[in-house]
């Protein structure tokens, strides 16, 4: 039997790769693997995704104001 994979119930339990912000998410990765993990000099990239996952977090909220719990 093949399981159907679907959408998770909750959009935050959707995984990192499907995230608008996950290009920011690996570039931070990579910034702290070239600086043997020196979060110092990857700031800007922190800083960059930390602004991204806030403006994906207001749209869902956005989002989700439109809907009632009783349609």
Avoid at 10 to 23: E, K, L, M, N
């Amino acid at each position: 039997m093949a399981s159907k994979v679907s959408n998770p119930p909750y959009p935050s339990a959707a995984r990192i790769a499907d995230s608008q912000c996950f290009p920011q998410y690996t570039a931070s990765l990579k910034c702290l693997e070239e600086f043997n993990s020196d979060k110092s000099k990857c700031q800007e990239h922190f800083d960059v995704y930390k602004e991204c996952k806030k403006k994906e977090r207001e749209a869902r909220l956005e989002r989700n104001k439109n809907r009632s719990f009783f349609s």
